[in-house]
């Protein structure tokens, strides 16, 4: 396989260079460019698998990669590496495009390469990028990205009906296009959305939208009932709580 690295910071492109050569075996060819510019002529002439971007660079934002690519070159994956806030880096989570926060750990290189090996084929990068432009030009997310067997389904927070943990992975109920089940663990989604308020965490094993609860149930110890009639379960040290939550609704 094949990759590129775009920073207009020599020293942070060959320690990176280094980090994948040690790490990440697949990728035999390793290509630098130190603007972004260059860089778009190194995809055109050599169409690498993964790119390693920088999202602050001088003249042009790593975002913009899109605007001097034609569509029918769209087949690689990318992964930003950047300096970039909280804030920002929830933008990149929501929007199911992966990064390397600087200073680059070597843990990190190989599990956002393996991760965009996986999606290689079917990485929908277009609508991604879109997404995450989206996210970090309005404070008030809306949306999120949501990793599955046929690509990412991009979802409105106000779709999602609940979170529901499967192991290892979740099953995401929504509205509009039923059940999606991601190969994530259900504490992503409760760290990621832990400051959007439509999302309450009853019990160890759900994360729910408070808008489609139905009704609360007192027998049987309490339970929630939602909008699809799933039952959920409240652990007894958050009923208290959840009643106080639910009648400011």
Do not use: W
């Amino acid at each position: 396989m094949k990759a590129l690295i775009i920073d207009d910071e020599k020293k942070a492109r060959q320690v990176l260079q280094i980090l994948v050569e040690e790490n990440c075996p697949k990728i035999t060819t390793i290509l630098q460019a130190d603007n972004l510019m260059s860089g778009v002529e190194l995809i055109k002439q050599q169409a690498p698998n993964i790119v390693f971007l920088d999202i602050e660079m001088p003249e042009h934002s790593g975002l913009e990669i899109l605007n001097f690519i034609e569509k029918e070159v769209h087949n690689f994956e990318i992964i930003f590496t950047t300096a970039y806030s909280e804030y920002a880096i929830q933008a990149f989570q929501l929007s199911a495009i992966d990064y390397l926060l600087k200073p680059v750990r070597p843990s990190q290189v190989k599990d956002a390469v393996d991760k965009a090996i996986k999606f290689l084929g079917n990485s929908q990068i277009n609508k991604r990028l879109t997404e995450l432009k989206s996210s970090l030009e309005d404070a008030n997310f809306k949306k999120i990205g949501l990793p599955n067997s046929n690509g990412i389904k991009f979802v409105d927070f106000t779709d999602i009906i609940m979170f529901e943990a499967d192991g290892m992975y979740t099953n995401v109920t929504t509205q509009s296009e039923g059940d999606i089940l991601v190969s994530k663990p259900l504490k992503f989604f409760v760290d990621l959305l832990q400051n959007i308020k439509m999302f309450y965490r009853p019990h160890r094993s759900f994360l729910i939208n408070l808008a489609f609860i139905k009704e609360y149930i007192k027998k049987d110890g309490g339970y929630i009932v939602m909008e699809n009639d799933k039952t959920v379960s409240i652990s007894n040290d958050k009923k208290e709580e959840f009643l106080t939550i639910v009648q400011n609704i």
